[in-house]
């Protein structure tokens, strides 16, 4: 019989037994070595019926197809466009999936998007060796023209979403931010001043927290709380003119949830 | 590269605002702590929030300039190391690290904040060098005004070692100080659009119009200063600017 | 008489006493501080991450590349000029080897890894503690990992083997010295780093060579407490 050598949901680093016996399969962030099942990363060990499996506490991003994800751009080249994805690699979005719009030969590509731009936009190819291809052609990809920018780690990026995108709708909820979650760890934000950096606050609470149990309830109590003291406080929300359009992001959550 | 940080940054300063929620004249949290590793004759971590960096003294004997033959030798160096931030290459120090050295250097110098008269031994032949070396731990904004203050603490926790005249014992220290007879300190300014605000953030720097570093002394006079960025400023704008250093300086001098 | 009793007390086996914390420099991804006695390392990890030049790059996995170095004010005596030397290169690349054999960068073709290692105060067995800080660090970074490794002086002074020479040992002038830093993994029992300077005879180094691994197990504890304590 096969026995599990450390607790599940314990974090596990690399080079630890945590299961012995042939019983047990490894799966991600898991090898086998012998009788015994050795974690290969630091992360939350996860054991599903047989399957042992690591989530990742850590680590840059890995492209996905079908990611959708926020990239910057950093160059222009003569077919398209380089974007910065918070990767080990950089990302191309070519002319012909940038836009529906016919480009003529020679155009300035930088009257569609230029240096610096940021854009929601979803990953169709990732080779083996790493090249990615991007698109914008899809429900909610496009470019950010306002915000805030923040880079929290991508192994949380499911936490900061929820369940069917709850946790995230939390956040917007008590803030009136819009806010848009990319897999790859970047992350939009906009709205009131002082309900932005809430929303911040938040979004680290999460990155920070996220493997104690009871997340959802204490980001409610901070949320809750960081809200509240707002609106003791003498007003400093006098630029709030979006309010009653806060909150809703344009487009469904589920783009963000594969 | 950076038109939507800027246009954000700009938003929230039209709204009296800082993009972390600080005021514009608010540091943020400085700590200093003196004497943090055993080999150098003086030293000082400075964390100014996440900036952090470490300064080491060193002292020994040396010969003088030629042309200053009584005075002892000072020497600033800032490393920048790739450790601390994704964005410093290995590498010799590029010219934000000498920038940043030479501002100090000049900080300490033109205050007179050591009287390197009375580090001569000889005259002529033999004068104590003051080495300062500024290392970054964690890069996160302000390494200027950080770096100053790192080699102001670590010359004030410095002790002479041993010295029969011809060797240095670095094994056996004195209780003897360096003549420090000033502590300068060093604020920089910075300016995005029409605000000028203290101690920017990473985020900040990378939008920066133009910045003044200017180091103060005793009495808030004014020993060295090094405008920084690509605007220009106005002659009012400098005043203000000095204003708020000067304010800012003498808060900070109680932490030292 | 000889050197039968330790100038800091300890025994031949026992290690001075070490800290370790995950996660220091915030900046990077991946981070740690270990320190053994006297002796402080810090190590960054950045990346993986874009490699430049071009001609670097293994289509066939990521590379590591390594970077040691002690700040100027960091030894005992003398200034350290900074900008490196010959030791602080060939240190650079034996670190290197001495974590590579853990790594797996499959997943990472033509991108790099790097780690850097800064020594702010050193008392001896700094490429040892460098490597210990980068396993902590790279562990931190998320990498896929077989193993950590974990490193330590071993030697002889005198005609006492022992562990972890600090340097009022290793610079011992009663008798004949011998240096050896080794790099374990734990698991495996095999030697990643081996170097040695000195005079030692084959039965002491067997022998030195067993008190390491068993030293190095001890190191590998405390690296990986220091790697659940962030949490």
């Not at chain 1, 999460?206 to 009871?214: C, R, Y």
């Not at chain 2, 006079?221 to 005043?239: F, T, V, W, Y």
């Not at chain 3, 005198?158 to 240096?179: I, P, Q, R, W």
Request: charged content about 25%; proline content about 4%.
């Amino acid at each position: 019989m096969g026995e599990l050598l450390v607790a599940d949901k314990s974090i596990v680093v690399p080079g630890e037994e945590v299961a012995a016996g042939m019983d047990f399969l490894p799966t991600e962030g898991v090898y086998r070595d012998g009788d015994k099942l050795v974690a290969s990363r630091l992360g939350l060990l996860a054991v599903d019926g047989r399957l042992v499996k690591l989530i990742p506490l850590s680590g840059k991003y890995l492209p996905k197809r079908g990611d959708v994800i926020i990239g910057k751009v950093t160059d222009v080249t003569i077919s398209g466009w380089r974007t910065d994805i918070n990767s080990a690699y950089t990302a191309m979005l070519s002319m012909k999936d940038a836009t529906s719009e016919f480009i003529a030969r020679g155009a300035d590509l930088t009257r569609y998007f230029t240096f610096g731009d940021y854009l929601v936009t979803k990953i169709v190819n990732v080779t083996s060796q790493n090249l990615v291809d991007l698109t914008m052609k899809g429900p909610g990809l496009r470019k950010l023209s306002e915000g805030r920018i923040i880079a929290v780690a991508p192994n949380k990026v499911p936490r900061i979403i929820g369940k069917q995108g709850s946790m995230v709708s939390m956040i917007k909820d008590a803030t009136g931010c819009r806010i848009i979650v990319g897999q790859n760890g970047i992350v939009w934000l906009q709205g009131d001043p002082d309900q932005e950096l809430v929303a911040v606050s938040a979004l680290r609470k999460i990155e920070n927290e996220s493997h104690i149990s009871g997340l959802t309830d204490r980001i409610k109590v901070f949320l809750d709380g960081e809200v509240k003291r707002l609106h003791l406080a003498p007003s400093m929300n006098a630029g709030n003119d979006g309010g009653s359009e806060g909150g809703r992001s344009e487009f469904s959550e589920r783009e963000f949830q594969q | 590269m950076n038109e939507l940080l800027k246009a954000n940054i700009l938003k929230w300063f039209g709204k009296g605002k800082r993009y972390d929620g600080r005021g514009l004249d608010e540091f943020r949290a400085v700590v200093i702590e003196q004497g943090v590793t055993k080999n150098a004759e003086g030293s000082a971590r400075v964390k100014v929030g996440d900036t952090e960096v470490i300064a080491g003294v060193k002292l020994s004997v040396e010969k003088p300039y030629p042309d200053t033959p009584k005075d002892g030798n000072l020497l600033v160096n800032v490393e920048l190391l790739p450790l601390s931030s994704p964005d410093f290459e290995a590498g010799p120090p590029g010219e934000e690290a000498i920038e940043v050295a030479r501002v100090v250097d000049r900080g300490l110098r033109e205050s007179k904040a050591i009287d390197i008269r009375k580090l001569c031994v000889q005259e002529g032949e033999k004068v104590w060098a003051v080495s300062i070396d500024i290392c970054t731990i964690n890069a996160a904004g302000n390494l200027l005004d950080a770096s100053a203050l790192a080699a102001v603490a670590a010359l004030k926790n410095a002790r002479f070692p041993e010295y029969d005249g011809k060797t240095v014992d670095y094994k056996s220290m004195t209780d003897k100080k360096l003549p420090i007879a000033r502590f300068p300190v060093s604020v920089t300014v910075t300016k995005i659009g029409d605000s000028i605000f203290v101690d920017p953030t990473v985020e900040e720097e990378k939008v920066v119009d133009s910045r003044l570093t200017v180091a103060i002394t005793d009495g808030g006079r004014i020993c060295a200063m090094q405008k920084g960025g690509n605007s220009p400023l106005s002659i009012d704008e400098i005043g203000r600017m000095i204003d708020l250093a000067v304010a800012k300086a003498a808060e900070l001098s109680k932490q030292l | 008489m000889g050197y039968d009793k330790r100038v800091d007390g300890r025994k031949p086996d026992e290690l001075r006493p070490i800290v370790a914390k995950a996660g220091v420099i915030k900046r990077a991804d991946g981070s740690a501080m270990f320190k053994i006695g006297d002796t402080v390392a810090y190590a960054a990890v950045y990346g993986p991450r874009d490699l430049f030049p071009k001609f670097l790059q293994d289509p066939q996995r990521g590379i590591l590349r390594c970077k040691y170095n002690m700040m100027p004010f960091s030894g005992a005596g003398d200034r350290v000029r900074p900008g490196g030397s010959r030791r602080s290169k060939e240190i650079s690349m034996v670190t290197e080897k001495a974590l590579l054999p853990v790594l797996n960068l499959e997943d990472f073709p033509n991108a790099v890894v790097d780690v850097f290692i800064e020594l702010p105060q050193t008392d001896a067995g700094t490429r040892c503690a460098g490597i210990c800080a980068a396993a902590i660090a790279l562990a931190d970074a998320g990498l896929s990992m077989k193993d950590m490794v974990a490193s330590v002086s071993v030697g002889k002074v005198d005609n006492m083997v022992a562990v972890d020479l600090n340097y009022a040992e290793e610079s011992y002038e009663g008798g004949d010295v011998a240096d050896v830093p080794v790099a374990f993994i734990p698991r495996t029992g095999q030697i990643s780093l081996l170097q040695m300077d000195g005079l030692i005879d084959g039965e002491s180094l067997k022998r030195a060579l067993e008190m390491g691994r068993k030293a190095c197990m001890q190191i590998s504890e405390i690296q990986k407490k220091a790697l659940k304590e962030k949490f």
